[in-house]
């Protein structure tokens, strides 16, 4: 690789690591403040915050992995143009496709990055991240026992204690139940305690009162106990009962025995092909973008305001060829033989990408065709 190339070649990475970096920030901290809240709302500590936003984070970096490296390129091109460092490569000889050598190998280093990501670790993650949250359902404990605070495991019940002791004894319960709309049920307890049979959930209640409000007719019951049962499984173990999802499976695993894995997972042969095919098109769609920002840019002449017209237009075509993959989706997941339209978007980025670099390297070819 020659000397250019490699200085070049370096820029872009540099720029590449920096857009990467602030926009994986820009995104995770708008995710954080969601989950944070969720979590640290249903009792979990930091470091169960932390795990999830570990485990989350591939899944995120593939959101922001395209457009850091169209910035990249964008901004390179832009600053070489300005500083005439490719004006003076194209006056030594390099056209348009010598110097688009580097920026090639730049997207190809990036579609590699992103095939790790979408192929690996992402699946991987996934898979993690939705035993964590099973494991999290079914701790009772997280979701269900926070002392001095009302808490609401499911919509339309409200439990609170005082205090759990170190026995694990609860003192002091209340809970409403509000979920069946003709009656409201309240029940106070000076103890609790939590009974595990295989995987059902019970609160015993010691010594205390039930309350049944009647919707119709305002009518109100109430009802002293020495011990009362009362079955929480469905508060605390609504998100338990999860399937296994082709999004957390890895790519090699997706390839082979499509009747088993509809089996398993319940999806349909075009939920498995689009899955597949999409994964790769992302990886393509990565050189797609920096090529799209760098033959872009490099259509503009010179201007004392700049390349921003440029900058607009190759945004604009990112735009419009990243929508056209959820235009395709469709099609797939209806007849999996269709699985070629997924690429159509990253033929047609490199088809635009050809043609504006030739377009550069023999700007007045339409002159020279009128003229003949």
């Not at 020659?2 to 820009?26: C, E, I, T």
């Not at 899955?275 to 840019?297: D, K, N, P, Y």
Request: glycine letters at 6%; hydrophobic letters at 50%.
């Amino acid at each position: 690789m020659a000397k250019f190339d490699r200085y070049m070649l370096s820029q872009l990475l540099v720029l590449f690591g920096f857009f990467s970096l602030v926009l994986v920030a820009v995104f995770w901290i708008n995710r954080a403040v969601v989950l944070f809240d969720r979590l640290i709302g249903d009792g979990q500590t930091a470091l169960v915050f932390l795990e999830f936003s570990a485990l989350g984070m591939p899944k995120l970096i593939t959101t922001v992995l395209p457009i850091a490296t169209f910035a990249a390129a964008v901004y390179v091109t832009n600053r070489l143009t300005n500083e005439s460092e490719l004006t003076v490569m194209q006056a030594t000889g390099s056209g348009p496709w010598r110097l688009a050598r580097p920026v090639f190998v730049y997207g190809l280093l990036s579609a590699l990055m992103m095939s790790v990501l979408a192929h690996v670790l992402v699946p991987s993650a996934q898979a993690q991240l939705g035993e964590r949250e099973t494991e999290i359902s079914r701790n009772v404990t997280a979701r269900l026992l926070t002392e001095g605070a009302f808490l609401n495991p499911t919509s339309g019940v409200t439990f609170y204690t005082r205090e759990i002791a170190e026995d694990g004894v609860l003192r002091d319960v209340f809970l409403s139940d509000r979920r069946d709309p003709a009656e409201q049920v309240m029940y106070t307890a000076a103890e609790a305690y939590l009974v595990r049979n295989n995987d059902a959930t019970t609160l015993i209640m010691v010594d205390g009162l039930a309350q049944r409000l009647a919707t119709e007719g305002q009518r109100l019951s109430t009802a002293k106990f020495q011990d009362f049962s009362f079955n929480i499984t469905s508060l605390i173990s609504k998100d338990t009962n999860r399937t296994k999802s082709i999004r957390n499976m890895q790519s090699y695993a997706l390839l082979f025995d499509w009747p088993q894995i509809r089996k398993d997972t319940g999806a349909g042969t075009g939920d498995i092909a689009e899955e597949l095919h999409s994964r790769f098109a992302q990886s393509l769609f990565c050189i797609v973008a920096a090529m799209i920002g760098f033959s872009t840019l490099l259509l503009g002449g010179f201007s004392r305001f700049g390349v921003w017209r440029e900058v607009v237009i190759a945004f604009f075509l990112l735009i419009v060829i990243d929508g056209l993959r959820s235009t395709f989706v469709e099609p797939v997941l209806n007849n999996p033989s269709m699985w070629p339209l997924m690429y159509i978007p990253a033929v047609i980025g490199a088809l635009l990408s050809l043609a504006m670099l030739a377009h550069a390297a023999n700007p007045h070819w339409w002159r020279r065709k009128m003229t003949a």
